[in-house]
C-alpha cells in the first residue's frame, strides 16, 4: 500500500533511501569509540577463529558480490586465504573443506535454495558455518553454528539494495573482527578503519543527496542498448553489481569487467557513445590501481565511449575525461562499495523507471529462490 512506501512511488525508492540507517544499525553495538569490536553474537570462541587456516564465502546474487568485496577485505586485514563462490557451484564440484574452514554464508532472506545446500554440506565436511543474515529465524542461520545479523528491516523490492550495503557491513566486522582475534600486523590500521566505519553512515547519506544528475543522466540513457561497467580491486564487484542491477530491473544488456581485462576482450565492445560506468579507486593509498585505470579510461574514450566515472571528491585526475562525473566521499578503498554502489541503484532504478518497468517487481525474478 502507499502507507508502506511512506511517501516513495516504490519500495525500492525507499530501500535506497534507508541504507544510511540500515548501515548504521547494523554496526549498533558492534563496534566502540576507540576502534575496538564486539561481536559476542559470533558464538564461535576466539580459540576456534585463531586455528581458521582458510575462509570459503557462499552466496547467491547480489549477496555474492558482497562475498566478492569481503574476499578483499579479509585477506588484506587478516591474512587467511579466502574463496568465493557461488553457491549453486560449491558442493558438485567436490570442494575442500576441514574444520579449520570457516564457511560464510551471505544471504538476506536465509531461505535460498541453493546457499542452504551449500552450507549443509559444508557442515558435513565438519566446516564451521557463519551466516550473514538480514531474517531472523530463517532456515540459513538456524542451520548454521553462528549467526551476524545485518539489520536492514524488511526489504520488499526484488532487487537488493540495503540489504546488499548492510552484508557488506557484516563482512568488513567479519573480517576485522577475525583481523583482531588473530592480532595481524595490521592492528592499527584495523582500529583507524572501525573509526572510519562509525562515520559511513554519514558517508551514504552524502551521495544520496547529490543523485539527481544521476537520475537525469539515467533518464537520457533509457533508449540505449547496451551498458558496461568497468573497475578493478573492490571496484570490480561493484561493476559487478551496477550491471546485475541494470539487467534486473532495466531488462538491458550490461555486462561488468574488471578494467585490467579490457585488453583481453572487452575493449572490441567500444562503439561511439557506448556508455560505460567505471568505478575508480582513490588514489590515496593505491595509487598504482588509480593510476591504471585512468588509463583505461583514456583508451575507452578515445575509441568513442560515453564515460561515467564514480571518484572521490577530490581525484582531480579523472576530470579530463569523464563525460558524466560522480562524485562520493572519500573512503579507504576497502571500504568505498558503500559509497560506490549507490549512485548504480539509482541509475537502475531511475532507467527502470523511464523504460516503464515495473521496479520493485521485475519480470520472471523473484525475491528470494527456494527451489535449486
Ligand atoms: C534473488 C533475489 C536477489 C538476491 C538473491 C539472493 O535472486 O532477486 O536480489 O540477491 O536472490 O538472495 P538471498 O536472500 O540469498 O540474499
Redesign the pocket.
Known sequence: SAAEKAGYDYFMLKEIAEQPKAVADTLLGRIDGSGTLSLDEVRIPARVLREVGKVVIV??????HAGLIAKYAIEHWTRVPCEVELASEFRYRDPILDQQTLVVA???????MD?LMALRHAREQGAKVLAIC?TNGST?PRESDAVLYTHAGPEVA???TK??LT?LVACYLVALYLGQVRGTKYGDEIRDVVRDLSRISGAVEQVLETMEPVRELARSLAHKNTVLFLGRHVGHPVALEGALKLK?LAYMHAEGFAAGELKHGPIALIEEDLPVVVVVPSPRGRSVIHDKIVSNIQEIRARGARTIVIAEEGDEAVVPYADHLVRVPATPTLLQPLVATVPLQVFACELATARGNEVDQPRN?????TVE
Do not use: R
Not at 552466496?59 to 555474492?64: L, Q, V
Not at 551471505?106 to 535460498?112: D, K, L, P, R
Open positions: 552466496a547467491c546474487g547480489t549477496a555474492f551471505i544471504s538476506q532472506s536465509g531461505e535460498t546457499t538480514n540459513i526484488v532487487a537488493s540489504a546488499f552484508q534486473e525474478l523473484a525475491k528470494s529462490v
